[in-house]
């Protein structure tokens, strides 16, 4: 499943033109940024009562258009950027599958050994890697159907800190964040709390560069109506596990979606495994 999320008040977008999915352009002239295309999202995104968006298209291993949409502040007017920072929600999964790729890769993890074996316990019985990354079902029989469950899916950070033995956002910063200069992310939105800063993770300059992106994260608004925008309080995600906790901007995930296309986070052949229905 290629990057695709929706943040709090906007959405972040990572499109991956350079694996086929906008071969109907010309490679100098991607489909987003024609003025046709620029105009259907701003009008979705008024249509959806979306305060701000940002989009950013990856092609053949470079950014080839972002725009910010809207604004990230409807009450201070500040417009939205490529460099907007968003609570990213569900795509923090895809970091938490990627780790769990490169154990396996490394021979710390098989995808078909229950989680079990791996310190995590489960009502449902015999659930393996496989199963939990595919979003389907245990035996009987093995992945005979669809089992989306985020708390099961949150157990693969304790997975990963089974395979690499440190709390799971220090490997998501180690491994992913700093290793690819996703510079304005920020491994959970608690990381400056003084229990967490007491664990000792991150250095000074990290926890100052957190902080930064975290004061100008996106305002949440919530809808009233189909067309009034109401500050809400800011999403209690506290921490980070493998469904959530990822504070990011699509500049940045433009960085991961290039990292992942060019198999410099994973081997073909897991991209292959994992890309398979």
Same mark, same amino acid.
């Given at each position: ?20 999915? =906008?071969?109907?352009?010309? !490679? ?26 940002? $989009? ?25 950027? !490529? ?27 098989? =995808? ?17 890697? /496989?199963?939990? %990354? ?21 157990? %693969? ?6 395979? $690499? ?12 964040? *700093? ?7 920020? !491994? ?17 300059? $990290? ?16 809808? *009233?109506?189909?067309? /009034? ?23 940045? =995930? ?18 292959? *495994?994992?890309?398979?229905?």
């Amino acid at each position: 499943m290629r990057p695709f999320a929706a943040a709090i008040v906007a959405a972040a977008l990572v499109a991956a033109a350079g694996s086929g999915h =906008l071969h109907a352009q010309p !490679p100098t002239q991607p489909l987003l940024a024609t003025p046709p295309m620029e105009h259907y999202l701003e009008a979705l995104r008024q249509q959806a009562g979306i305060p701000g968006l940002s $989009a950013a298209v990856v092609q053949d291993g470079e950014v080839v258009w972002e725009r910010g949409f809207g604004f990230e502040d409807v009450d201070g007017r500040v417009r939205a950027t !490529p460099d907007t920072p968003y609570h990213a929600g569900g795509l923090s999964q895809t970091l938490a599958a990627v780790l769990v790729l490169q154990c396996v890769e490394q021979r710390r993890l098989a =995808l078909d050994t229950p989680l079990a074996s791996y310190g995590v316990s489960l009502p449902e019985e015999g659930v393996t890697l /496989r199963h939990v %990354l595919s979003h389907s079902s245990a035996p009987p029989p093995a992945g005979s159907a669809y089992r989306f469950s985020p708390e099961r899916y949150a157990q %693969l950070a304790t997975v990963v800190e089974w395979c $690499a033995p440190q709390p799971y956002r220090k490997t998501v910063a180690h491994r992913v964040l *700093e290793r690819l200069a996703m510079m304005d992310s920020v !491994p959970g939105a608690d990381v400056l709390d003084p229990e967490v800063a007491a664990q000792g993770l991150f250095e000074a300059a $990290a926890l100052d560069r957190y902080a930064r992106v975290l004061a100008r994260v996106a305002t949440p608004y919530r809808m *009233e109506g189909r067309t /009034r925008a109401v500050q809400a309080d800011r999403p209690d995600v506290g921490g980070m596990d493998a469904t959530t906790g990822l504070i990011t901007t699509v500049r940045d =995930l433009a960085q991961f979606e290039r990292a992942l296309d060019s198999s410099l986070l994973l081997l073909d052949d897991s991209k292959a *495994e994992a890309w398979t229905p």
